[in-house]
């Protein structure tokens, strides 16, 4: 059968509610797999939640609720969320699931063993927002830190850390030889000029059960959790492995005798925002290599959307409510118009002027106006049948056909097709 076609988004962090950059995200990449059926190749699309780490711990206790009943209850929105936009996922993955634990401790097992790992104390400051440890490079220029980061705390406590600085030389190496590894390729130098510049501190990837307890055990050492980025990001190889994907089960010693064989790694895109390029550009392709498994064919970065000009905030109100514009103008309409307004990498802007103007213009007017009158003249001069074949236009239909298949072989060349034909 032959390895499928495998494209991932990343996994949603359940927080909060589904908005519209978690919508252009997945839909996007259902573009990306449905092109790929339509060409009649095997695709398999993964998408889910990340549900471990310590604000969703705090956002458990503000609710009243245990940690794993508050993660079910948004877990049943998101999954309304990816039905109500109608995608073409194969899979849902929860790292709360035990499917996910077995194969992220079988991940930190082999690493221990092979001296990946080891422990140390840390002195310093803590971004509870990020989850991540601070130095004074992540200081403003004023010596804050941004608020991005708020609260910071300083902290004191013992961790495990995954040895990153022994790989920096070889993921230098191997994003210069691969062009097309991180797209855009503005993302691919921003990437290469951090790792150039900057010697790569080791990973811290635990936290103490005194301060945190909803997390994946530390198998080798019971008084620790998983960091959550450590966690979240296997969740790529966690599907592979569950369908006994002969690579992973083979890279990380995994019995997968009896599972279906599925042939999914390596990925073929990992579709994600440009706030967490750092964490699947640098960190994630370490892992990989520890871990004896070959590196994704591609990480895609697209950017962020304003409304109006402005960001977008729940606070201010200045929001998008995709479900909300779908009731009001249709599932087709607002897929439409987050692939057509916005191309893949940069920063885009919703207008809801802007909305009614495609809706209207090339939807209404200009497909749907097409689609109408080659149905009212079939109906008008065939009778509504259309018997004869005419090969008249077969040299000008298959030429369109091919250059169609060139430019949705590569996100690039995708994403120019998009913009000037009107969208997929």
Same mark, same amino acid.
């Given at each position: 059968?032959?390895? /499928?076609?495998?494209?991932?988004?990343?996994?949603?962090?359940?927080?909060? +509610?589904?908005? $519209?950059?978690?919508?252009?995200? /997945?839909?996007?990449?259902?573009?990306?797999?449905?092109?790929?059926?339509? #060409?009649?190749? #095997?695709?398999?699309?993964?998408?889910?939640?990340?549900?471990?780490?310590?604000?969703?711990?705090?956002?458990?206790?503000?609710?009243?609720?245990?940690?794993?009943?508050?993660?079910?209850?948004?877990?049943?929105?998101?999954?309304?969320?990816? &039905?109500?936009?109608?995608?073409?996922?194969?899979?849902?993955?929860?790292? *709360?699931?035990?499917?996910?634990?077995?194969?992220?401790?079988?991940?930190?097992?082999?690493?221990?063993?092979?001296?990946?790992?080891?422990? *140390?104390?840390?002195?310093?400051?803590?971004?509870?927002? +990020?989850?991540?440890?601070?130095?004074?490079?992540?200081?403003?220029?004023?010596?804050?830190?941004?608020?991005?980061?708020?609260?910071?705390? #300083?902290?004191?406590?013992?961790?495990?850390?995954?040895?990153?600085?022994?790989? +920096?030389?070889?993921?230098?190496?191997?994003?210069? %030889?691969?062009?097309?590894?991180?797209?855009?390729?503005?993302?691919?130098?921003?990437?290469?000029?951090?790792?150039?510049? +900057?010697?790569?501190?080791?990973?811290?990837?635990?936290?103490?059960?005194?301060?945190?307890?909803?997390?994946?055990? $530390?198998?080798?050492?019971?008084?620790?959790?998983?960091?959550?980025?450590?966690?979240?990001?296997?969740?790529?190889?966690?599907?592979?492995?569950?369908?006994?994907? @002969?690579?992973?089960?083979?890279?990380?010693?995994?019995?997968?005798?009896?599972? @279906?064989?599925? &042939?999914?790694?390596?990925?073929?895109?990992?579709?994600?925002?440009?706030?967490?390029?750092?964490?699947?550009?640098?960190?994630? @392709?370490?892992?990989?290599?520890?871990?004896? $498994?070959?590196?994704?064919?591609?990480?895609?970065?697209?950017?962020?959307?304003?409304?109006?000009?402005? /960001?977008?905030?729940?606070?201010?109100?200045?929001?998008?409510?995709?479900?909300?514009?779908? #009731?009001?103008?249709?599932?087709?309409?607002?897929?439409?118009?987050?692939?057509?307004?916005?191309?893949?990498?940069?920063?885009?802007?919703?207008?809801?002027?802007?909305?009614?103007?495609?809706?209207?213009?090339?939807? %209404?007017?200009?497909?749907?106006?097409?689609?109408?009158?080659?149905?009212?003249?079939?109906?008008?001069?065939?009778?509504?049948?259309?018997? %004869?074949?005419?090969?008249?236009?077969?040299?000008?239909?298959?030429?369109?056909?091919?250059?169609?298949?060139?430019?949705?072989?590569?996100?690039?060349?995708?994403?120019?097709?998009?913009?000037?034909?009107?969208?997929?």
């Amino acid at each position: 059968m032959g390895k /499928k076609f495998y494209a991932t988004t990343a996994i949603d962090y359940v927080n909060g +509610q589904p908005h $519209l950059g978690h919508a252009y995200e /997945k839909i996007w990449t259902d573009v990306l797999v449905r092109s790929r059926k339509m #060409e009649g190749l #095997e695709a398999f699309f993964l998408t889910g939640l990340d549900e471990h780490g310590q604000k969703v711990q705090q956002a458990a206790e503000d609710h009243g609720l245990d940690p794993q009943e508050y993660c079910d209850r948004l877990a049943v929105d998101w999954r309304a969320f990816t &039905e109500r936009l109608e995608l073409s996922h194969d899979d849902f993955v929860r790292t *709360s699931e035990s499917r996910h634990k077995q194969v992220v401790q079988a991940i930190l097992n082999k690493l221990q063993a092979e001296g990946h790992f080891y422990t *140390s104390e840390y002195r310093g400051y803590y971004s509870t927002r +990020q989850e991540t440890f601070l130095t004074d490079r992540d200081r403003n220029e004023s010596g804050e830190f941004d608020e991005i980061f708020a609260p910071v705390v #300083e902290l004191t406590e013992t961790n495990h850390y995954f040895r990153l600085g022994r790989h +920096q030389e070889w993921l230098i190496e191997h994003i210069e %030889a691969h062009p097309d590894f991180i797209y855009p390729e503005y993302r691919r130098n921003e990437v290469l000029g951090f790792l150039r510049s +900057q010697e790569l501190e080791d990973l811290c990837i635990t936290r103490p059960l005194s301060r945190l307890n909803w997390g994946i055990p $530390l198998p080798f050492d019971g008084d620790y959790v998983t960091y959550v980025w450590f966690d979240a990001l296997s969740n790529y190889v966690t599907i592979p492995a569950v369908l006994g994907d @002969p690579v992973v089960c083979g890279a990380l010693g995994l019995d997968c005798s009896g599972k @279906p064989g599925v &042939e999914l790694w390596p990925a073929d895109h990992h579709v994600v925002g440009k706030d967490i390029i750092k964490f699947h550009a640098v960190y994630w @392709p370490i892992m990989l290599k520890a871990m004896g $498994l070959p590196m994704p064919r591609q990480i895609t970065v697209h950017g962020w959307w304003q409304k109006e000009g402005q /960001k977008i905030s729940k606070t201010t109100g200045n929001i998008v409510d995709p479900v909300k514009v779908i #009731e009001e103008w249709g599932l087709d309409a607002f897929r439409f118009y987050c692939i057509r307004e916005l191309d893949l990498g940069p920063d885009g802007n919703w207008t809801d002027n802007g909305f009614e103007a495609r809706y209207s213009g090339e939807l %209404a007017n200009g497909l749907g106006n097409l689609v109408n009158r080659s149905l009212s003249m079939i109906r008008r001069y065939r009778g509504g049948v259309l018997s %004869a074949v005419h090969d008249d236009l077969k040299a000008d239909a298959e030429h369109a056909i091919s250059v169609a298949r060139g430019k949705l072989s590569k996100p690039e060349n995708f994403r120019r097709r998009c913009r000037q034909s009107g969208g997929l």
